[in-house]
C-alpha cells in the first residue's frame, strides 16, 4: 500500500507526541523532586505537578500533537497510538512520583534530629551536645527537615511523615523502653523525663515536632524564643 502524506505526516506527529511526553515524563520527576510534598500520595503529586508544574504544559503539548495525529491519520493503529501517548505519558508520572519523593526525602532529611552545629560557641554548644544525647538515646519516626530552633532553651526539630502514623503511639513505646518516664500525656503532646533531661513530641499535620532540654526548661522555645502560646506546628511553614 503507497505512503500518502498523511500518513507520513501522522507519522511525523506522533514521533514527536512520543519525544514530548517522554521528555515531559523526565521533567515531571525532576520537578517532583526537588519540590513535590513528601507528605502527600502519588495520585496529589501528579495533580499538583499537572497543576502548579510544568507538567501541565507538557501534557497539553502532548495532547495537541496526538489530536492533530489522530485527525490526520489514515490507519486504525496510528489513531490507538495517538490516544495511548497521553495515556501512557500520565502514567508514567504517576509511576515515577513516589521515586522522586523518596530521593527528596533522602536528599532533604534525616532519620533523627540533628541538633548540633559545628562553630556553634558555648554555651549554646553545651546545651546543643546535651540535646542531641537525649534525641540520639530515642528511636524517632519520620523524617526531620534541617533548620529549627536550638539554643540554651533546648532543641525543637520538625519532622514529616510519608504515610499515615500515630506520632504519640509511637513515643509511648520507645521512650520506657529506652530508661525514659512519661511524665505528660494528654493526647495532644508527650513529656518524658530523664537523669535531669526532658523529651517532648506533638503531631503536626503531615507529621510533628520534637523537643529536647533540661528537665525544668520549656518546650519548643516558647517563653525564650518563641511567645507563650503561639503555634509551634505552623511555626516551621
Known amino acids: 500500500m503507497p505512503v500518502t502524506g498523511r500518513a507520513v505526516s501522522a507519522t511525523v506527529l506522533l514521533v514527536i507526541g512520543a519525544g514530548l511526553a517522554l521528555l515531559a515524563v523526565v521533567v515531571h520527576y525532576e520537578f517532583m523532586r526537588i519540590y513535590g510534598d513528601v507528605?502527600?500520595?502519588?495520585?496529589?503529586?501528579?495533580?499538583?505537578?499537572?497543576?502548579?508544574?510544568?507538567?501541565?504544559?507538557?501534557?497539553?503539548?502532548?495532547?495537541?500533537?496526538?489530536?492533530?495525529?489522530?485527525?490526520v491519520s489514515?490507519?486504525?493503529?496510528?489513531?490507538?497510538?495517538?490516544?495511548?501517548?497521553?495515556?501512557?505519558?500520565?502514567?508514567?508520572?504517576?509511576?515515577?512520583?513516589p521515586a522522586a519523593l523518596g530521593q527528596k526525602?533522602?536528599?532533604?532529611?534525616?532519620s533523627s534530629p540533628q541538633c548540633v552545629i559545628e562553630g556553634t560557641e558555648e554555651p549554646m554548644a553545651g546545651a546543643d551536645r546535651e540535646s542531641q544525647q537525649a534525641f540520639d538515646s530515642i528511636g524517632h519516626i519520620g523524617h526531620f527537615?534541617?533548620?529549627?530552633?536550638?539554643?540554651?532553651?533546648?532543641?525543637?526539630?520538625?519532622?514529616?511523615?510519608?504515610g499515615d502514623a500515630d506520632v504519640l503511639q509511637h513515643y509511648r513505646a520507645v521512650l520506657p523502653a529506652a530508661g525514659w518516664e512519661v511524665v505528660e500525656d494528654d493526647g495532644r503532646r508527650l513529656r518524658a523525663h530523664r537523669d535531669g533531661l526532658a523529651f517532648e513530641a506533638m503531631p503536626c499535620p503531615g507529621g510533628g515536632v520534637v523537643w529536647a532540654g533540661r528537665e525544668d526548661g520549656r518546650a519548643f522555645g516558647q517563653g525564650m524564643v518563641m511567645p507563650t502560646g503561639s503555634d509551634i506546628c505552623a511555626a516551621h511553614h
Do not use: D, K, N, Y
Request: charged share 10%.
Open 39 to 71: 507528605t502527600g500520595t502519588a495520585f496529589e503529586g501528579l495533580t499538583w505537578g499537572l497543576t502548579a508544574g510544568p507538567s501541565g504544559l507538557g501534557l497539553g503539548l502532548v495532547a495537541v500533537a496526538a489530536i492533530m495525529g489522530f485527525m
Open 145 to 162: 527537615r534541617g533548620g529549627g530552633i536550638s539554643g540554651v532553651g533546648g532543641c525543637t526539630r520538625w519532622f514529616v511523615l510519608s
Open 74 to 97: 489514515t490507519r486504525r493503529w496510528m489513531r490507538l497510538t495517538a490516544v495511548a501517548i497521553p495515556v501512557l505519558m500520565l502514567t508514567g508520572m504517576f509511576a515515577v512520583t
Open 105 to 110: 526525602l533522602e536528599e532533604q532529611h534525616s
